[in-house]
Antibody, heavy 114, light 112 residues
Framework: EVQLVESGGGLVQPGRSLKLSCLAS????????MNWIRQAPGKGLEWVAS????????YYADTVKGRFTISRDNAKNTLYLQMTSLRSEDTALYYC???????WGQGVMVTVSS | DVVMTQTPPSLSVAIGQSVSISCKSS???????????LNWLLQSPGRSPKRLIY???KLDSGVPDRFSGSGSEKDFTLKISRVEAEDLGVYYC?????????FGSGTKLEIK
């Protein structure tokens, strides 16, 4: 069974940093591109970043470019999202998703507030 | 960025009725590999999104055949035949052809 389990969320002050993790199981992690997608409270879905299976290709939404870094460790079956210079508008439920959104994790909440 | 215009924003239907949701893209979604990366997702209340349909019309495993997808280029439709109570939630289209990937604004399906 494919499982994606996000962790690392929490309450953080504006301007601070946070690192999210997504632990994958039930499939060969190194064979799939991965994504971070977020959902602000009561809002729709927003794609944040994608990384190819071997980390050769990385893409970001303009809203996070220069502040967020997506990475992966295929030996640990884990996807990461390093978030810096956080803003209130980054407050959202962050999901990791496999490939072309075939599977999603349960999400992890990030709240940016003083 | 590709804009995905999804309509209607909400639907209220009785059990057993059929419904259609439209998604129109601002650019063709045909990729260089000739595939069209248009997905349909359902977010049930309090749950993570779940993909129902990929590449316009291919059903994910376990998805009832009451769901069907159609369309091409820039115009796509999700149809739900014989709506059941478990179908309630918010439906999103998602294009994965162009970066950044973009979502429709969602259609909230309510059961009368």
């Amino acid at each position: 069974e494919v499982q994606l389990v996000e962790s690392g969320g929490g309450l953080v002050q504006p301007g601070r940093s946070l690192k999210l993790s997504c632990l994958a199981s039930g499939f060969t992690f190194s064979n799939y591109g991965m994504n971070w997608i977020r959902q602000a409270p009561g809002k729709g879905l927003e794609w944040v970043a994608s990384i190819s299976s071997s980390s050769s290709y990385i893409y970001y939404a303009d809203t996070v470019k220069g502040r967020f870094t997506i990475s992966r460790d295929n030996a640990k079956n884990t996807l990461y999202l390093q978030m810096t210079s956080l803003r209130s508008e980054d407050t959202a439920l962050y999901y990791c998703a496999r490939g072309r959104s075939s599977y999603w994790g349960q999400g992890v909440m990030v709240t940016v507030s003083s | 960025d590709v804009v995905m215009t999804q309509t209607p924003p909400s639907l209220s239907v009785a059990i057993g009725q059929s419904v259609s949701i439209s998604c129109k893209s601002s650019q063709s979604l045909v990729a260089s590999d000739k595939n069209t990366y248009l997905n349909w997702l359902l977010q049930s209340p309090g749950r993570s999104p779940k993909r129902l349909i990929y590449q316009v019309s291919k059903l994910d495993s376990g998805v009832p055949d009451r769901f069907s997808g159609s369309g091409s280029e820039k115009d796509f439709t999700l149809k739900i035949s014989r709506v059941e109570a478990e179908d309630l939630g918010v439906y999103y289209c998602l294009q994965g052809t162009h970066l950044p990937h973009t979502f429709g604004s969602g259609t909230k399906l309510e059961i009368k």
